[in-house]
């Protein structure tokens, strides 16, 4: 029998660094509406940011949707949430070296295309809530779990990702 182990560095062994960092984030957006055919569909996050203190950090970000709005005649004419672009501020409460917990809070702009061509795309300011939940591999490397939600658009997010702090 053949084993292979792959042994990971503990955070108790790096003093915090602040420093820039760098996320990518996939996962599913669920909304219930009268505009689009699914509520639950795929979703990418991209996210740059700066990790001041242990316990807190700020990032701008970009996610997307991949909602398929009904067409035709007996659609009915309204926008639904197509993309987002944001800025938050998050919040970390250490569990332990390399596990923690963590909540957002952001506000950002969501694209809102028309389920009809002869209605405007539109834009909402939509503020931006979530927590979640972070396991660091080393003091660059981690790996999170989140649920947020853009809170005017009633959009849900569940997303994994990784995250590369420089």
């Known amino acids: 029998m053949l084993s292979l182990s792959l042994a990971l560095p503990a955070l108790a062994s790096d003093a915090f660094e602040p ?3 760098v996320g990518l984030k996939l996962g599913r957006a669920s909304i219930s509406s009268k505009y689009v055919e699914s509520g639950n569909d795929a979703s990418g996050t991209l996210a740059v940011g700066y990790q001041a203190t242990p316990t807190l950090g700020a990032e701008v970000f970009a996610q997307t949707l991949s909602f398929d709005p ?3 005649l007996l659609a009915a004419p309204g926008n639904y ?3 987002h672009i944001g800025v938050a501020l998050l919040g970390s409460v250490p569990v332990s070296d390399q596990f923690g917990v963590y ?3 952001g506000i950002g702009r969501t694209r809102m295309p028309s389920t009809r061509s002869s209605l405007p ?3 909402e300011t939509d503020p931006s809530i979530g927590i979640g ?3 660091a591999f080393n003091r660059q490397w ?3 779990l989140e649920a947020s939600r853009l809170t005017k658009t009633d959009v849900n997010f569940l997303t ?3 995250r590369f702090q420089f």
């Open 70 to 72: 009904f067409k035709g």
């Open 133 to 135: 939940a972070s396991y």
């Open 160 to 162: 994994a990702g990784l």
């Open 142 to 144: 981690s790996l999170n």
């Open 121 to 123: 795309t539109t834009h």
């Open 103 to 105: 909540g957002r809070l």
């Open 19 to 21: 420093g820039a960092y």
């Open 81 to 83: 949430p197509d993309s």
